[in-house]
């Protein structure tokens, strides 16, 4: 059964994101189930009498998108990703190669100035 864990490098980089650890023999899921405990901000007596507090528990769903980009066509595609707040797929992949382009250009512009500033 794959495990999730939260691993992150020490400088922060990975932002915490679970890591499913997949068996060898094993594929990645294709939708996980999780469930979202949430205090409630209400308590009740626990079995010493203590207060305890109210934990509502929800079953949340997650899919795999790269197998609903395969799978659907493309409209009912970008219907899902605006329906969980993303743009199209053309939009997000034109706005992604322009911070791209932008990265380059700046990491260019260093190295030109770090060269630029070595003792002859």
Known sequence: MPE??????????????PMVHVPMTEQMPLFL?????????????????????VVEWDLRQYARMDILKEKLPSQIFDAVRMALGLQPLAIATAKGKEISQRVRENVAQAEQTSQGNKPM
Do not use: C, H, K
């Not at 999730?4 to 994101?17: A, V």
């Open 4 to 17: 999730i864990t939260y691993e992150g490098d020490d400088d922060g980089q990975l932002g915490n994101l």
């Open 33 to 53: 189930m999780l469930w979202e405990a949430r205090e409630n901000g209400s308590f009740e007596p626990g079995l010493d009498g203590e207060e305890v507090p």
